[in-house]
């Protein structure tokens, strides 16, 4: 079979013949690959810099969606022909899920809903999963108000709307380009983040802030009120003031919060659109994404065909 990973740590991207995963242990899938999801945290396995046991030669990957082939033993929930999304981290096998076959923790996949098309679940595991799990720390409910700075990105969009769904006040820190977008998914005001004295221009106090754009926090943080929380996706939660909670979060797989938010994208309750790349052809894509020129898309490499 083929994939998308790397002979050895910090070695350039290619296109790989690897061999097959080995037969599936207790509670696991294997899947042929339709689809893999593309994050700029994928360039964090073949330079190391994210220990998920990946063991080149192998494909990197950690989101993606495919017909289950192949269960061990234990497995509940699932049968052959079905089709799943998953994030999976640690990899098992030491390989990804960019490639045409892939193991994966039943625990961390779920089934797709009716009529879903597998390159759209492809690409939400890993953002929907972060974005839930943001929500859920920042104890995002009905009348909260909170500040979601880089709310552009795929990732803090789906935030925006689920804490809109969830009865928040929502005020977006993006480009002033992406209004109409963000007015769009819930968000109550957009303020433009761009400008250097973008805090200045806020008025109010919020209960929570998700940072999703590097160089922000600090700033933020000056709008929360005593006891407020921050949650930060790229890695710089600012130190804790005035009894304020202050953490970096990173994505746990779980199957069950994934169901969930397939189900309210295949209702339409959340909006998600990705660009589908043939496999074959999207290493340039992923450097594009790694690099942060994605332009605010998610993209997904398709291994069907390709």
């Known amino acids: 079979m083929y994939g998308i990973g790397v002979t050895a740590l910090n070695t350039p991207l290619e296109v790989l013949e690897l061999p097959s995963p080995r037969e599936p242990q207790e509670g696991e899938l294997l899947l042929d690959v339709i689809a893999g999801g593309v994050g700029a945290w994928d360039l964090l396995l073949p330079d190391g810099t994210w220990e998920v046991d990946f063991q080149p030669p192998a494909a990197i990957g950690v989101e993606g969606a495919g017909?289950?082939?192949?269960?061990?033993?234990?497995?509940?929930g699932f049968a052959v022909g079905d089709v799943v999304a998953a994030h999976e981290a640690p990899l098992l096998n030491g390989s990804g899920l960019w490639a045409q076959q892939a193991l994966v923790k039943a625990a961390h996949a779920a089934r797709l809903p009716q009529g879903m098309a597998p390159h759209i679940a492809a690409g939400l595991p890993v953002g929907g999963l972060t974005a839930v799990q943001s929500v859920d720390a920042l104890h995002v409910g009905e009348g909260a108000r909170?500040?979601?700075?880089?709310?552009?990105?795929?990732?803090?969009?789906?935030a925006v709307q689920l804490a809109h769904l969830r009865g928040a006040y929502v005020v977006a820190g993006a480009g002033l380009h992406h209004t109409a977008h963000l007015r769009g998914w819930g968000a109550?005001?957009?303020?433009?983040?761009?400008?250097?004295?973008w805090a200045q221009r806020i008025d109010g106090q919020f209960d929570a802030v998700l940072i999703a754009a590097t160089g922000t926090a600090d700033q933020a943080l000056t709008l929360l009120k005593d006891g407020g929380r921050l949650v930060s996706i790229?890695?710089?939660?600012?130190?804790?003031?005035r009894g304020i909670t202050s953490v970096d979060l990173y994505v746990e797989a779980d199957g069950t919060a994934l169901a969930g938010l397939?189900?309210?994208?295949?209702?339409?309750?959340?909006?998600?659109?990705?660009?589908?790349?043939?496999?074959?052809?999207?290493i340039s894509i992923v450097e594009q994404v790694a690099a942060g020129r994605s332009g605010g898309a998610k993209h997904v490499l398709s291994f069907e065909a390709s």
Not at 67 to 76: K, L, Q
Not at 234 to 241: G, K, L, N
């Open 234 to 241: 790229t890695s710089d939660a600012p130190e804790p003031v």
């Open 146 to 158: 909170l500040l979601v700075v880089g709310a552009s990105g795929p990732t803090a969009a789906l």
């Open 188 to 197: 109550d005001e957009v303020v433009d983040t761009h400008e250097p004295d």
């Open 262 to 282: 397939l189900d309210l994208v295949a209702t339409g309750e959340l909006v998600y659109e990705v660009t589908t790349t043939p496999a074959k052809d999207g």
């Open 67 to 76: 017909r289950v082939t192949a269960m061990g033993p234990g497995v509940t």
